[in-house]
């Protein structure tokens, strides 16, 4: 009894004080609110005859000045008012007694730094040197049209005592103490219960000028002498000033200090008659309290363990269930999403589509702009499709540069060319960088419909999935519809890419052989060697089908590995026989072009099989000088060191540029089959070529023409000064035994 005692008193004091400090509280919020309204009401008076000062440029003067007069006689509280142009000159005032030098200095600081001054707001001018029992204080107002030059300056001579009455009727204890603080917390006056304090100690109250809220209360050691206050804050925005009520806790606290001493007196009494008597109940209840404090600590940790766990499932559920980089759903919901809505899709009438978009030549995007840029280019697809679609329609993102849609509750499925057409315009919209360069990709959609192109949700992936690779087949950003005699084109290339690795291990790769013409006297000095597939089931599969295979799985290293090491095989072989051996082409991938070692391994085949380095020439194209130039330039000049040739091959095909040719280690221009093509009706091919071969001469280099399928085109190159040629018209690609059987020959004249 005497414990519940001693705990129900000391609940109702600490209830008593909070009330007490809450009640405080409440009328220095209000008292604040209220003594802050009636000082910006004056201060909108005040703003107002700033408004109307602005007329003395607009109209007459003696019209402004009597209109003047009449406001400051108007509101009592205004002891004198003057007006300013942009000079600091006195151009009226409803005084004639003539400004303080201090007051003139500040409308000149004013002025002068008005650039940074809100029109609505006003000025408060520092008053050091104001005398200290002075009743009035200045303020300064800006006079001209916000976001334009003022055109003057309005000082308004405040009167103190005018608030002295008004705040002489507030009863808030002996410790009260309204402060009002510039917007930067300066003091600008005080006032306590013995009269208005003006500015006297020029004090920084550094509590509130971090405060960014428009009300509220703080405890807070007002004046950093050990004393607390309960500080109650206003701020009003429109004149950047505070006004501040603040109250000691010492006279707050003072009613419930009283009766918290005569209540403990009368408990502490009453427990020293009982103690003895109830020491063991004390006890009991003192161990219960104890536990019961432990109890709800560990309550309220299990609670808030609890909370966090649902926090960390609820955010791993979202990270699992969606694609971090685009924020679209990844390959397992869209599964879960698109198998739901195919389960009730029959007992609908609207068709339900899907469909797989791959986006074009990504890979270079991320090879040549880096990978920060292609997830910028990832998250705007992602954007752009979302846009295209409905809210019904469901888009993921599977992977890599590869999304699906599903196309839900479709009225017809004649609707599905505008959606496609729609969703390849939209994507293919030039994309920005950083840097404002623009990029240009185009997706390539395959079209799946539910149920005519697959009963379930993995028919219809893999249709769609075999539709869109036909599209890509067909020129990129295109669409195409499933058909059943994609499956056979999907099955080849994917028995292709599955045993492309055991191909090249068990030497089912054959090469064969283009001679290079020399157009002087038409004899054979070079060979290009040109990698065959000899499959087993297939019969001979041309390099098309097969080397982009390599180049998407890595397997493009172990190709070139394999095409050297049988070029040189070959080279050993021809010499055996007596053979005047001439130069074999090899082309060079640029991933292989990217390693370090190749020119030690080229070296270590060449050393192997005993072939001189003059023999054996590399081709590269120029997409290898978009990957690491730096890398690529240092791997070259190590082949050119080895005695080994060095040919551009396809040159004027992609991103010919003159500063590759003059500062890589080339040594031949191959110029592409397209400029050959139509030599002889083309003014600007025929223009380009002959350029082009009088620029390599120049720069010390050979240049050979692919693609000579005609007599006109070989004497148009021969009389242009061409090297060399190499087309069908002298012959076809053939294999090793026919390439010696040219070899011995040695010379391919014209027929």
Same mark, same amino acid.
């Given at each position: 009894m005497l414990a519940l005692t001693w705990g129900i008193t000391l609940q109702w004091l600490a209830a008593n004080k909070a009330m007490a400090v809450d009640t405080a509280r409440m009328q220095q919020n209000n008292l604040s609110v209220i003594v802050s309204e009636n000082l910006e009401q004056l201060l909108d008076g005040a703003r107002t005859i700033a408004f109307t000062s602005k007329e003395w440029r607009e109209g007459s003067p003696a019209e402004v000045t009597s209109r003047l007069t009449a406001m400051r006689a108007a509101n009592p509280a205004f002891l004198r008012i003057s007006l300013y142009d942009v000079e600091a000159t006195r151009v009226y005032s409803s005084s004639p007694v003539p400004d303080d030098p201090f007051l003139v200095a500040a409308v000149s600081?004013?002025?002068?730094? =008005?650039?940074?001054?809100? !029109?609505?707001?006003?000025?408060?001018?520092?008053?050091?040197?104001?005398?200290?029992?002075?009743?009035? &204080?200045?303020?300064?107002?800006?006079?001209?049209?916000? @976001?334009?030059?003022?055109? %003057?300056?309005? &000082?308004?001579?405040?009167?103190? %005592?005018?608030?002295?009455?008004?705040?002489?009727?507030?009863? !808030?204890?002996?410790?009260?103490?309204?402060?009002?603080?510039? @917007?930067?917390?300066?003091? =600008?006056?005080?006032?306590?219960?013995? @009269?208005?304090?003006?500015?006297?100690?020029?004090?920084?109250?550094? $509590?509130f000028a971090g405060q960014s809220a428009a009300t509220g209360s703080l405890m807070t050691d007002l004046f950093q002498d050990g004393r607390v206050y309960l500080s109650s804050f206003n701020r009003a925005e429109r004149y950047s000033f505070l006004l501040v009520v603040s109250r000691s806790m010492q006279d707050i606290l003072a009613p419930h200090l009283k009766a918290r001493s005569h209540s403990l007196s009368t408990l502490g009494i009453l427990t020293i008659i009982i103690i003895a008597g109830a020491y063991f109940i004390a006890s009991g209840l003192g161990r219960h309290g104890k536990l019961f404090g432990a109890l709800v600590v560990s309550n309220d940790k299990n609670r808030s363990l609890i909370t966090r766990l649902e926090d960390e499932k609820g955010r791993a559920f979202l990270l699992a269930a969606h694609d971090h980089l685009t924020g679209l759903p990844n390959r397992r919901t869209f599964t879960e999403l698109a198998m739901s809505h195919l389960a009730t899709a029959r007992q609908h009438r609207g068709h339900y589509v899907l469909m797989y978009l791959d986006l074009d030549r990504f890979k270079l995007v991320n090879d040549t702009l880096g990978h920060h840029v292609g997830d910028i280019l990832l998250q705007t697809v992602a954007i752009r499709l979302r846009a295209s679609l409905r809210d019904s329609d469901i888009v993921a993102r599977l992977g890599g540069d590869e999304f699906a849609i599903l196309l839900t509750g479709l009225a017809s499925v004649d609707d599905l060319p505008m959606i496609a057409d729609k969703i390849i315009s939209q994507v293919s919209q030039p994309f920005k960088t950083q840097d404002g360069q623009e990029i240009h990709v185009s997706p390539s959609i395959g079209i799946a419909v539910f149920p005519r192109d697959g009963q379930d949700f993995d028919s219809l992936c893999k249709n769609a999935d075999a539709a869109m690779y036909e599209s890509k087949r067909k020129g990129r950003s295109t669409y195409t519809y499933?058909?059943?005699?994609?499956?056979? $084109?999907?099955?080849?290339?994917?028995?292709?890419?599955?045993?492309? /690795?055991?191909?090249?291990?068990?030497?089912?790769?054959?090469?064969? *052989?283009?001679?290079? =013409?020399?157009?002087?006297?038409?004899?054979?000095?070079?060979?290009?060697?040109?990698?065959?597939?000899?499959? /087993?089931?297939? @019969?001979?599969?041309?390099?098309?089908?097969?080397? /982009?295979?390599?180049?998407?799985?890595?397997?493009? =290293? +172990?190709?070139?590995?394999?095409?050297?090491?049988?070029?040189?095989?070959?080279?050993?072989?021809?010499?055996? +026989?007596?053979?005047?051996?001439?130069?074999?082409?090899?082309? &060079?991938?640029?991933?292989? #072009?990217?390693? +370090?070692?190749?020119?030690?391994?080229?070296?270590?085949? #060449?050393? +192997?099989?005993?072939?001189?380095?003059?023999?054996?020439?590399?081709?590269?194209?120029? $997409?290898?000088?978009?990957?690491?130039?730096?890398?690529?330039? &240092?791997? #070259?000049?190590?082949?050119?060191?080895?005695?080994?040739?060095?040919?551009?091959?396809? *040159?004027?095909?992609?991103?010919?540029?003159?500063?590759?040719?003059?500062? #890589?280690?080339?040594?031949?221009?191959k110029i592409d089959k397209q400029f050959i093509r139509d030599i002889r009706n083309s003014t600007h091919d025929g223009v380009l070529v002959a350029s082009i071969i009088s620029l390599a001469h120049n720069l010390g280099m050979q240049v050979i023409a692919e693609g000579v399928e005609t007599l006109e085109q070989l004497i148009y190159l021969k009389t242009a000064g061409c090297d060399q040629a190499q087309g069908y018209y002298f012959s076809r690609p053939v294999p090793a035994a026919s390439a010696r059987d040219l070899l011995r020959n040695g010379v391919l004249a014209p027929s």
């Open positions: 600081d004013a002025l002068q730094a =008005v650039s940074d001054v809100d !029109f609505k707001g006003l000025i408060w001018p520092a008053m050091s040197a104001l005398p200290e029992d002075a009743w009035h &204080m200045p303020l300064l107002f800006p006079v001209g049209k916000p @976001g334009s030059t003022p055109v %003057g300056m309005l &000082m308004v001579m405040f009167d103190l %005592g005018y608030l002295l009455k008004v705040y002489q009727r507030i009863e !808030f204890g002996t410790s009260g103490i309204i402060h009002i603080l510039t @917007g930067d917390a300066q003091e =600008v006056l005080e006032w306590r219960p013995e @009269g208005l304090v003006f500015n006297s100690r020029k004090r920084y109250f550094v $509590t499933y058909d059943t005699g994609l499956n056979s $084109t999907s099955e080849r290339r994917f028995n292709l890419e599955q045993r492309l /690795p055991k191909a090249i291990a068990e030497d089912e790769l054959v090469l064969h *052989f283009q001679p290079k =013409v020399n157009l002087s006297d038409f004899r054979i000095v070079g060979f290009e060697a040109l990698v065959r597939w000899q499959h /087993p089931e297939l @019969g001979l599969v041309y390099p098309d089908d097969f080397i /982009p295979l390599a180049e998407e799985t890595g397997l493009i =290293v +172990e190709l070139g590995e394999w095409v050297a090491r049988s070029c040189c095989r070959q080279q050993a072989a021809w010499q055996a +026989e007596g053979l005047d051996c001439v130069a074999l082409a090899i082309n &060079m991938s640029p991933l292989q #072009l990217q390693r +370090e070692e190749l020119p030690s391994r080229i070296e270590s085949l #060449l050393t +192997e099989h005993d072939v001189p380095a003059d023999v054996i020439e590399i081709e590269i194209t120029e $997409t290898v000088l978009l990957k690491s130039l730096e890398a690529t330039v &240092m791997v #070259l000049r190590r082949l050119e060191a080895l005695g080994v040739q060095i040919s551009l091959d396809d *040159f004027g095909s992609g991103f010919s540029s003159l500063s590759y040719v003059r500062t #890589l280690p080339i040594h031949i221009i």
